[in-house]
């Protein structure tokens, strides 16, 4: 079993309930920066000798296809100018993006209630940089959805414009007019690299804007990109319930394909993984919530483990029946 197996299994991608705070927080933008982020536990239960193994093998399975893979390193993190005093932690930038944001003002993170805090976010300023490595490469697999191979999560939201009742709630179904509140005016550039020494730069024509569509929704897939359509669709008078029709089951993001990357002379650089991505912030400021390489499917190797599982399952009942008969 390969090391980045038994992470899938220990790690944030494995199964974990959250608890979700009952009260959402205001419009208004207030840092919490000491507040920690509440996490699930791993639900146990335990298992008859003889269902074992059928459970381990059925386990590997349900573990592997919620398995997914976010950036493990800071490589280097260059401020640069304009950032966010309060968002100075590289660190929030690794591991699973927000679903939920904690304090007395958070709540579950959706498309009209993004993440805020600096336990959630990194800001890059003007002429700033994040570079992040993962665990295990990004691989520009043709069956990836839509051709995209990882998404990157920023802290935008669809800005709500229906009034607000005398209680501060919202009068009717919450529904955007399609624009982000506190939008990035800024420029990014994407860049990705197997070794973290040789770089390629993600075609500018094709690759979005860092820290803009899709605002995250921290209850949909993190590895699944929303499909790219959507970008070309009228999205004012959506509701969440729309949005999340839109999205398909992605926690939304920005999506990138391996197949943009360029040489330095503009060439198209074909590339079968990267292990390092590097977000530069070329005008204004961006807010880093997180990565995640597209693709959560089993590796063969699992699918043998599950067979091989499933096979010695068959096989001690045939032996059981054969004893007890
Ligand atoms: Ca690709």
């Known amino acids: 079993m390969?090391?980045?197996?038994?992470?899938?299994?220990?790690?944030?991608?494995?199964?974990s309930l959250f608890r979700e705070p009952l009260q959402r927080r205001p419009w208004s933008?207030?840092?919490?920066?000491?507040?920690?982020?509440?996490?699930?536990g791993i639900v146990k239960e335990t298992m008859k000798p003889i269902?074992?193994?059928?459970?381990?093998?059925?386990?590997?399975?349900?573990?592997?296809?919620?398995?997914?893979?976010?950036?493990?390193?800071?490589?280097?993190?260059?401020?640069?100018?304009?950032?966010?005093?309060?968002?100075?932690?590289?660190?929030?930038?690794?591991?699973?993006?927000?679903?939920?944001?904690?304090?007395?003002?958070?709540?579950?993170?959706?498309?009209?209630?993004?993440?805020?805090?600096?336990?959630?976010?990194?800001?890059?300023?003007?002429?700033?940089?994040?570079?992040?490595?993962f665990?295990?490469?990004?691989?520009?697999?043709?069956?990836?959805?839509?051709?995209?191979?990882?998404?990157?999560?920023?802290?935008?939201?669809f800005l709500v414009t229906n009034a607000f009742d005398a209680n501060f709630n919202y009068i009717g179904v919450p529904a955007t007019d399609g624009t982000l509140f506190n939008p990035n005016g800024g420029t990014t550039r994407v860049s990705v690299s197997p070794d973290g020494s040789n770089w390629?730069?993600?075609?500018?024509?094709?690759?979005?804007?860092?820290?803009?569509?899709?605002?995250?929704?921290?209850?949909?897939?993190f590895t699944l990109p929303v499909p790219p359509s959507v970008r070309l669709e009228p999205l004012g008078g959506l509701t969440l319930a729309d949005i999340r029709i839109r999205y398909a089951g992605s926690a939304g993001g920005a999506g990138?394909?391996?197949?943009?990357?360029?040489?330095?002379?503009?060439?198209?650089m074909s590339?079968?993984?990267?292990?390092?991505?590097?977000?530069?912030?070329?005008s204004g400021r961006s807010e880093i919530d997180g990565f995640a390489a597209v693709g959560a499917v089993p590796e063969p190797t699992t699918l043998a483990l599950f067979a091989a599982g499933a096979l010695a399952c068959i096989g001690f009942r045939r032996l059981r029946q054969n004893t007890v008969a």
């Open 29 to 40: 933008l207030i840092d919490t920066p000491s507040a920690t982020e509440p996490r699930g």
């Open 135 to 157: 665990a295990n490469p990004i691989r520009n697999d043709p069956a990836n959805p839509f051709g995209i191979d990882f998404n990157v999560f920023g802290g935008g939201g």
């Open 2 to 15: 390969s090391d980045a197996f038994i992470h899938c299994l220990a790690g944030d991608g494995g199964v």
């Open 256 to 268: 990138y394909d391996l197949g943009w990357a360029r040489t330095t002379g503009g060439d198209p």
């Open 51 to 133: 269902r074992r193994l059928a459970g381990a093998a059925s386990g590997i399975l349900i573990a592997t296809s919620l398995c997914a893979q976010y950036a493990t390193t800071v490589v280097d993190y260059i401020p640069g100018t304009g950032f966010s005093a309060t968002r100075t932690n590289a660190t929030a930038s690794l591991g699973e993006p927000s679903r939920v944001t904690p304090g007395d003002f958070g709540g579950p993170v959706d498309p009209f209630a993004p993440a805020y805090t600096a336990t959630q976010l990194l800001s890059v300023g003007t002429g700033g940089s994040l570079t992040v490595g």
């Open 200 to 221: 390629f730069v993600l075609d500018p024509a094709l690759a979005p804007k860092v820290d803009d569509l899709f605002p995250t929704d921290g209850s949909g897939d």
């Open 271 to 282: 590339l079968d993984s990267v292990s390092f991505v590097r977000i530069e912030v070329l």
